[in-house]
């Protein structure tokens, strides 16, 4: 399975690496954008290290336009990583030279859609060759749109990423941060609604953000005794509990079952 929990670090902060890929995040995103000031710019590309961890490592690059892009890119691609993570991704040139570039190197793009003509491109960016996974930056989002960042506002735009990540057969999509790092039940509740929607990922901007984050896309104990229930029912279509179940019944609880598995050991 993909990340569901990968944790943001400032790129110029090298002894927070491996600290990072310690906190049980299950992929470490080394940050060459917004956490890293412009005049540590170059500091942070000449820290970029993938050697410190087994975990996917991903790298954040500063957007396709600004003064540091093609170089971060060029230093991106150096490195034996995971992916790049390509932020303000709309349906321009910009998105096409990063996936030729990372294609190149053997690297896959993360699409980061956090502005009015990203969300409107979405399905475009979901089907560029190159792009693997589609993430959401949803308070660049709302700045742009100039909304609030709430679950009413943002359900349009979280939809929309759900939708052409699946007609483009990728993974589901990561959903964006929750801002409050000392409040676990508000990440794993935000995490709960994302995996509502289809999402199977969250970023995390602090190492206390991950435990819940990953919480929050795993099945309850309720959701799993149903779905053994539903499992131990037969086949064709019966009635379990008072309620008809069929194949896309099965379906689902198949699913609820596999994420279970898949929970990372305490």
Known sequence: MECIAPLFVP?????????????????????????????????????????????PVIVRVNAPGSPWHETDLAAATALKIHAIMLPKAEANPGLSQACTAAMKAGIRVIALVESAR???????????????????????????????????????????????????????????????????ALVTDDARHARSLGFMGKLCIHPKQVAPAIE??????????????????????????????????????RSILARAASRPAA
């Open 216 to 253: 929050g896309f795993m099945p309850s104990p309720t959701d799993i005794t149903w779905a053994e229930r539903i499992l131990a029912s037969g086949e064709g279509a019966v009635a379990v509990d008072g309620a008809m179940v069929d194949e896309p019944v099965r379906l689902r609880a």
């Open 11 to 55: 790129a110029d902060r090298p002894e927070r690496f491996a600290k990072a890929a310690a906190s049980g995040a299950d992929a470490v995103i080394l940050d060459l954008e917004d956490a890293v000031a412009p005049d540590r710019k170059e500091i942070a590309r000449a820290a970029l290290d993938a050697s410190f961890t087994a975990l």
């Open 118 to 184: 990203g969300l409107a491109d979405a399905r475009e960016i979901a089907a560029t060759q190159g792009v693997f996974r589609l993430a959401f930056g949803s308070i660049d989002y709302c700045a742009d749109l100039g909304c609030e960042h709430t679950r009413e506002a943002l359900l349009a735009a979280r939809s929309e990423l759900v939708l052409a990540s699946r007609l483009a057969g990728l993974t589901p999509p990561i959903d964006g941060v929750t801002t409050a790092i000392d409040q676990p």
